[in-house]
């Protein structure tokens, strides 16, 4: 799994650098099967906006855009936004098997057996 961090018409000091690539990195403990972590830093006007790109296995994208007053901050928000779609794609994967069908009829596997015959 690679992290890349890019910064557009700026740049971050080095502890800036690394408080982003260490938020990006703890992002696998939601969910480990993880392709790629994109993550661009923007300085704006008055604040700093950051964009998280996650790549995971099957095709899928998450995305999260948050702007702050440091890069730290909007890099903390941004981090929490991406964590709550991690999640909640990671239980979707992990609770389809029990439920019940569009039918709502339970499969026959759900359903209690007959008592035994006397």
Known sequence: ??????????????????????????????????????????????AWQVEILISAEHKHDFVAIEAGPTPEVAMDQCAHKVEQQLRRYKEKLQDHKGDIPQGGQPRSSDLPEPPPAP
């Open 1 to 46: 799994m690679q992290v890349e961090i890019s910064t557009r018409h700026g740049h971050l000091t080095p502890e800036q650098h690394d408080y982003v690539k260490a938020k990006a990195e703890k992002l696998l403990k939601y969910f480990n099967r993880l392709m790629a972590i994109e993550v661009a830093v923007e300085p704006q006007k008055h």
